[in-house]
């Protein structure tokens, strides 16, 4: 069973930030936070992932509590491409270990 | 970046047939590839773990005599669709992690559209 709980649909205005949340309560400490994104009929794309620390990509900012239960990602900048279904996947560290997919969060970027 | 690479795109076969769909990771080596099963307006469900030179583990509820998976070499996993019923018609995505180098977390494939008519 999926380890995250997302909203399943958000809404954003064109240009302005778009936060989504996660929560992970059951998160081991060893377990790194993967964000995906699936835009229809694609197979998933990789945002960005993190361990304990924020992180930031071209793509993304990932901003985890110092509990580490939660996750937002932000894309700081929406545009209409960033339409997609977000996946938030709690994971191994090692090479082998697999993801489970929740439901994900609906996104969808409005003019 | 890292990047996998999954053919046929869209496939359609015929009741009682059986469809190979290969996934390739073009620029690492992946020790361990993972197949996965979409049905429109779900979320992906794992179906199994490919460990190269070995035998995959299926998820509960895979029937692994209907869904043949070989991992011949550290970048080429196929997973053959064996007696194709109208049912198993899905999306079919792959994904890999390397063994090592830049750290992209797991890469996908564009995944396999399998229409059984």
């Known amino acids: 069973d999926a380890k995250t709980t997302q909203p399943p649909s958000m809404d954003c205005a064109e240009g302005r930030a778009a936060n989504l949340p996660c929560n992970h309560s059951?998160?081991?400490?060893?377990?790194?936070v993967y964000w995906y994104r699936q835009i229809h009929s694609q197979g998933p794309q990789y945002i960005i992932h993190?361990?304990?620390n924020n992180e930031t990509n071209e793509m993304a900012s990932l901003i985890i509590t110092e509990d580490r239960k939660s996750s937002t990602l932000i894309l700081p900048h929406a545009t209409l491409r960033d339409t997609a279904v977000y996946y938030c996947?709690?994971?191994?560290?090692?090479?082998?270990?697999?993801?489970?997919f929740g439901q994900g969060t609906t996104l969808q970027v409005k003019p | 970046g890292a990047v996998v690479s999954q053919h046929p795109s869209r496939v359609i076969c015929k009741s009682g047939t059986s469809v190979k769909i290969e996934c390739r990771s073009l620029?690492?080596?992946?020790?361990?590839m993972f197949w996965y099963r979409q049905f429109p307006k779900q979320s992906l469900m794992l179906m199994a773990t490919?460990?190269?030179?070995?035998?995959?583990?299926?998820e509960q509820g895979v029937e692994k005599d209907k869904f043949l998976i070989n991992h011949a070499s550290l970048t080429l996993s196929t997973l053959t669709v064996t007696s194709a019923h109208p049912e198993d018609s899905s999306f079919y995505i792959c994904?890999?992690?390397?063994?090592?180098?830049?750290?992209?977390?797991?890469?996908f494939g564009s995944g396999t559209r399998l229409t059984v008519v």
């Open positions: 490919s460990n190269e030179g070995s035998k995959a583990t299926y």
């Open positions: 059951t998160i081991s400490g060893n377990e790194y």
């Open positions: 620029d690492f080596q992946a020790t361990t």
């Open positions: 993190g361990l304990k």
């Open positions: 994904s890999a992690r390397g063994t090592g180098g830049a750290d992209y977390g797991y890469t």
């Open positions: 996947i709690v994971g191994p560290s090692s090479n082998t270990g697999k993801l489970i």
